[in-house]
């Protein structure tokens, strides 16, 4: 494969970030175009057979209607919430801890997202958070950062570990690599701790700056002042909270597996900071707010409004019942995927179309009771009652949510199938690697002793392409380890470089930008949105690579250390 055909790969996303970073273009007018020059490369450069690329488009419309499922369920739990007077109650409930919108994006984001992010995964917590956001008084913009920027730390261990146990699990030759481990007095189970334990270590040091940033970037992109100097008095507490979650969260990795660092780090960070905010305890002296929504300019607002609705919402809902709702679906998400009886029950439902147009290795399936969408319109439906609604609130809950799904699925029934195309384009006539694999090989050629310090990076470019840590994983953890091997560096390392990166690359994949977008309003600002996650998810990877530098050359991290490969 020559690097002009290789370098190709690289079309549809750069073709797709100078669309709507450079020239502003929605996504709704790009991605159509994007998809199109993904065909015309798949089919005349890479010879991908025209059956595949339409088995490719069919996976990606049945993906895109899983998604669509869960900004379903995200906007009518938070419209049933409007209607029913529960909003009301969270916003008091907030207010009762503290005014101050640098503590509540920590807590609300931070905590409560990374609480939500470990249970399902699945982009979710972008999409509970950021509505939440909006309907206590954050500008849509600013929530819908503060959502995505969530999609990082906690990534790798959300869904309860599904990136790492199925992403790095799967990703990998276990047979080989359990061979040779054997052969050294080792075995695939230690190696895949070592693995879980570097990453959770990782996480840890890089995302003890993440809340910083996340009061940063508010303060300083949407503060009257313009400025980061209003910031400075909440760091402490930021840095506060995010201990609280980063010292359970990387004890957990390392002593009981990937399966709860995320869940339990935020329980126990929420446990400790929320106290700890009503006792005063490192918060600044004095409160900070937005403007008044009057001056907001116009791309700061989205088209959904969650305000009071005095006129239809019950008196009397306490904070807790308010709350009741978000607890409730933060313990059936938890319960759906560690029972195995539950979790039967709810994949029992399953749409699926296996070897899609004859391609064994193309399928999809939607388990509409088990994406957290179903859990979502599931808890949705017993709001209506636990709160006394009548049939006409409940009637507007659904309508307006309903018109919000328009513009997301048309968005998404382009950006999804490219993603797939990219994906699926392994095999064809030409005996090219698949698209993503090639621009792994580019960005990495070259490197030499410098590749740890990139290898985060080529884990996020597999995450902006697929919009799915697990997948990147899939895709590239065994291209990574082979790196890695030939380099003669830890592959333990590599492979944990790798899900961290992907992990951050999150924060900026086009069809989470799109589905978060979705729920507070904000479609057809993607460039924007995209410019001001680029800055955590730059720290991430820099940070990532830079630790990965340290960690082999100056703290000697390598595989006679480990173990041997």
Not at 191 to 204: D, G, L, N, Q, W
Request: with cysteine; net charge neutral; charged share 10%.
């Amino acid at each position: 494969m020559t690097s002009l055909v290789s370098m190709s790969a690289f079309f549809p996303l750069i073709f797709a970030g100078i669309l709507i970073v450079v020239f502003k273009m929605s996504a709704k007018r790009a991605m159509p175009l994007v998809l199109l020059s993904a065909v015309l490369i798949a089919l005349f450069v890479w010879h991908v057979p025209v059956s595949r690329v339409v088995a490719s488009c069919i996976q990606g419309v049945i993906l895109t209607v899983a998604i669509v499922w869960v900004i379903f369920g995200a906007i009518l739990l938070l419209k049933t919430l409007k209607f029913s007077g529960g909003i009301h109650a969270i916003r008091t409930g907030f207010c009762s801890i503290t005014p101050d919108r640098r503590v509540q994006v920590v807590i609300v984001a931070w905590l409560f997202g990374s609480f939500i992010e470990g249970a399902s995964g699945f982009g979710t917590p972008a999409a509970v958070v950021a509505p939440l956001l909006v309907a206590i008084g954050f500008p849509a913009l600013a929530a819908l950062i503060a959502g995505l920027m969530i999609q990082s730390t906690p990534v790798s261990f959300g869904a309860v570990g599904l990136p790492i146990v199925l992403g790095v699990g799967g990703g990998v030759n276990q047979q080989a690599i359990a061979a040779e481990l054997a052969s050294k007095g080792s075995s695939w189970d230690v190696y895949f701790s070592e693995i879980v334990s570097t990453v959770a270590v990782t996480h840890a040091i890089i995302g003890l700056l993440m809340p910083t940033l996340m009061v940063l970037i508010v303060v300083r992109f949407f503060g009257e002042e313009k400025s980061w100097r209003p910031a400075l008095p909440a760091i402490p507490f930021a840095l506060f909270a995010a201990a609280c979650f980063s010292v359970p969260y990387c004890l957990v990795g390392i002593f009981f597996g990937p399966e709860f660092p995320s869940i339990l780090g935020a329980m126990i960070g929420l446990m400790i900071v929320v106290p700890a905010a009503r006792k005063g305890f490192l918060m600044p002296k004095d409160s900070w707010d937005f403007a008044p929504p009057s001056s907001w300019p116009r791309h700061w607002l989205g088209t959904i409004e969650v305000k009071d609705q005095a006129d239809v919402h019950k008196d009397g809902i306490s904070v807790f019942k308010g709350w009741l709702p978000y607890v409730v679906l933060a313990a059936l998400l938890v319960l759906s995927r560690v029972s195995a009886d539950v979790k039967g029950m709810l994949q029992s439902v399953d749409i699926s179309w296996d070897a899609i147009l004859g391609h064994s290795d193309i399928s999809a399936s939607f388990q509409p009771l088990y994406v957290p969408g179903g859990i979502l319109v599931f808890v949705a439906l017993i709001t209506i009652f636990m709160h006394r609604m009548d049939r006409k609130s409940a009637a507007m809950a659904f309508s307006e949510s309903a018109r919000v799904l328009v513009s997301a699925a048309f968005v998404l029934l382009f950006t999804v199938p490219m993603v797939r195309i990219l994906i699926n384009s392994g095999v064809n006539d030409a005996g090219f690697d698949s698209m993503p694999i090639a621009m792994a090989h580019v960005a990495s050629s070259g490197l030499g002793d410098f590749y740890p310090l990139f290898a985060p990076t080529i884990g996020a470019l597999g995450a902006f392409i697929a919009g799915s840590n697990t997948v990147s994983n899939l895709m590239l953890s065994e291209f990574q380890f082979n790196v890695a091997h030939g380099l003669g560096l830890s592959t333990v390392l590599m492979i944990s470089l790798q899900a961290v990166g992907a992990a951050a690359g999150n924060m900026i994949a086009i069809h989470n930008v799109v589905a978060a977008s979705a729920t507070v309003g904000m479609l057809g600002n993607e460039g924007i949105t995209l410019r001001k996650t680029a800055l955590p998810t730059l720290y991430y990877l820099s940070a990532t690579g830079l630790f990965g530098m340290l960690a082999i050359y100056v703290f000697g991290f390598n595989d006679s250390l480990m173990w041997p490969f």
